[in-house]
């Protein structure tokens, strides 16, 4: 077989394993970026950068527990059982009041405001930056887990 065969075998069996290495990720429409949002650290990068005025769509599913025995949602904590006071000495470790202690957050640049991501939001941009996302909890070193969020920038 002459090299320049060979060559072209070899790139088209190299676009073929790449392509099937594709197939096995989790389906994402065009235009969509799925990024794994671990329950350990503070926050993601998601390599996406957002202009003001630009909708943005996140979708999030998966399971982070913020202690051996205790899951949460992208929504945060789903047990309606945990006491009251539990609750008010999770508060301490939000990063954010207006999300519940364990939900999925995001901010927009490294600087920004932490805001409730949750299980699903669609908002348009107040301002430009790098979109972040990241567990509403600054005590990690106890949490399992990740969610998984898909993000669409239109």
Aim: net charge positive.
């Amino acid at each position: 077989m002459k090299k320049g065969q060979l060559l072209i075998r070899c790139l088209v069996l190299g676009i073929l394993v790449l392509g099937l290495c594709a197939c096995g990720k989790s389906a994402t429409k065009p235009g969509e970026r799925e990024v794994k949002v671990s329950g350990t650290k503070p926050w993601i990068d998601t390599g996406i950068d957002v202009n003001k005025g630009q909708e943005i769509i996140v979708r999030a599913e998966g399971e982070v527990y913020i202690n051996k025995k205790t899951p949460c949602t992208p929504n945060g904590v789903k047990d309606p059982n945990i006491k009251p006071i539990t609750k008010l000495i999770w508060r301490t470790y939000n990063v954010t009041s207006d999300a519940m202690h364990g939900a999925l957050i995001g901010k927009l640049g490294q600087q920004g405001k932490p805001f409730l991501v949750g299980k699903e939001l669609k908002f348009r941009a107040d301002s430009a930056g790098r979109l972040y996302l990241g567990i509403n909890d600054k005590d990690m070193k106890n949490n399992q887990g990740a969610y998984f969020a898909k993000i669409a920038v239109k």
